[in-house]
């Protein structure tokens, strides 16, 4: 067995070694992206907000 495979391999315990690294990556991710997704959302709800205020002033 080559060096490379041994290291992926890691004594037999590669598929939780590495499903673990994938599924933390996963989660690093989703907490950087989720972040711009709820941006995305309050400014929309605010604008959304903002010209139903307006609207409704404008008719008072």
Same mark, same amino acid.
């Given at each position: +067995?080559?060096?490379?495979?041994?290291?992926?391999? +890691?004594?037999?315990?590669?598929?939780y070694?590495?499903?673990?690294?994938g !599924?933390?990556?996963?989660v690093?991710?989703a907490?950087? !992206?989720?972040p711009i997704?709820?941006?995305?959302?309050?400014?929309?709800?605010l604008?959304?907000?903002a010209?139903?205020?307006?609207?409704?002033?404008?008719?008072?």
């Open positions: +067995m080559s060096s490379w495979q041994e290291f992926f391999n +890691m004594g037999g315990y590669g598929f070694v590495w499903s673990s690294y !599924i933390a990556f996963v690093l991710l907490n950087a !992206i989720s997704f709820c941006e995305r959302n309050l400014l929309k709800t604008a959304r907000k010209r139903r205020e307006q609207r409704h002033d404008s008719k008072a």
